[in-house]
């Protein structure tokens, strides 16, 4: 009798197992065919009639037409939604599963309009299952981590300005390539003074702060800025812009109109294209009640073509030094527009495609003589007057 009760023990076990794993599979199958491939008749197999969502989203009505609703939703918001199960637990017939969504936001979500940004967030959620049916649903995201990534939520600082976000809140660098990225964005740090206001302080004599407040205007200009030649991110710049920006480069009539504009502009032609060795000089800085103009001078080698300076035209391996004249507008704390002011000329005799000889343009003496006098150590007269 001891002897069959032990076996009876062993058999019950095993049915509770191959009943358990059997639950974690239909979990797992509407996790990857359903949520990350769309197989919506896959859907109407694993889900019971009287499926109830016992945590539904707004909006969503708490059955199986709410949650067909909500799996469309999401996968037109994410056209490439999909998940990686870390692990699964089973109680009985209800499974405990804890992942991780990714996802490229290309639609529209919550009110915000597609960003192109790829997403991540972690997500654990409870499936009862009988006869191998989903009956129940229980559920939470880090939703605050994912409206963070797409710009809908400020990403907070703590005490020392330093941003402040949820665990898991950006993309991780990928293995092998981590400390050569966290190196080359230190080189960048060192190159844009723009990451040091004190040093802009400095070496800015004209730095005239015109309106209460106007220090806030100075760290997002200067954020600004770094998120375009430090950090190289597209999605970074934008969110210090509003909704609707503009960027007007005067010398060529170039840049950008709206959010998709301005967005094209930077990935195609301006950010993504950023020589390696690019440096920003900052000379001067003004600030007013809603706008900063700033003096600034841009540096690089042309070992890459780069369209904001010199559209279509081959690297050409020449060193350019630039000034710069940049006024940044904003409104409700972000970028509303920029104006950006060179000289082509000076460009295009540095690269070697305009002769100075045979005009009246200066080549790099243009940006190291604004230095100079800048800096208090012009004691002569410029080497061009026109009398």
Not at 21 to 39: D, F, H, I, L, S
Not at 91 to 102: A, I, P, W
Not at 156 to 173: F, H, I, K, Q, Y
Not at 351 to 361: F, Q
Request: with cysteine; net charge neutral; hydrophobic share 35%.
């Amino acid at each position: 009798m001891k002897q069959l009760a032990i076996n009876q023990g062993k058999t019950d076990r095993s049915a509770q197992s191959n009943g358990s794993n059997a639950a974690k599979a239909v979990v797992r199958r509407n996790t990857e065919e359903v949520q990350g491939n769309g197989r919506f008749d896959v859907f109407e197999e694993l889900f019971a009639d009287d499926f109830v969502d016992h945590t539904p989203q707004p909006n969503v009505t708490p059955d199986k037409a709410g949650v067909r609703k909500l799996y469309g939703y999401i996968r037109d918001a994410f056209p490439d939604f999909h998940a990686k199960i870390h692990w699964q637990l089973a109680d009985g017939d209800r499974v405990t599963t804890y992942k991780t969504y990714y996802g490229t936001h290309e639609g529209w979500l919550l009110g915000v309009a597609p960003t192109h940004r790829k997403i991540y967030f972690e997500s654990v959620d409870v499936m009862r299952v009988r006869n191998g049916k989903i009956t129940d649903h229980w559920g939470v995201g880090n939703l605050f981590s994912l409206m963070q990534q797409l710009g809908a939520l400020p990403v907070t600082t703590d005490g020392n300005g330093s941003e402040s976000v949820p665990r898991r809140a950006r993309l991780p660098p990928k293995r092998g390539k981590q400390h050569g990225h966290a190196r080359e964005k230190s080189r960048r740090h060192e190159r844009c003074k723009y990451t040091n206001s004190e040093l802009l302080k400095k070496q800015g004599p004209t730095l005239k702060p015109e309106a209460a407040g106007s220090h806030s205007l100075d760290a997002i200009f200067d954020a600004h800025i770094a998120k375009e030649f430090v950090d190289r991110d597209v999605d970074a710049t934008m969110a210090t812009m509003v909704a609707e920006p503009y960027v007007h480069c005067v010398p060529l009539m170039t840049g950008g109109s709206g959010s998709d504009g301005v967005r094209r502009s930077y990935s195609e032609h301006f950010v993504n294209q950023i020589p390696k060795d690019a440096e920003v000089t900052p000379v001067s800085r003004t600030i007013g009640k809603d706008q900063v103009v700033d003096e600034v001078i841009v540096s690089f080698t042309h070992d890459t073509q780069w369209d904001y300076l010199l559209p279509g035209i081959p690297p050409t391996g020449k060193r350019v030094e630039i000034p710069h004249v940049v006024v940044m507008k904003f409104e409700s704390g972000k970028v509303a527009h920029e104006h950006v002011w060179w000289d082509q000329a000076s460009v295009l005799v540095q690269v070697g495609l305009l002769d100075p000889a045979k005009l009246p343009v200066a080549g790099v003496e243009q940006a190291r003589g604004l230095l100079r006098s800048a800096r208090g150590e012009q004691d002569q007269q410029p080497s061009s007057i026109i009398a």
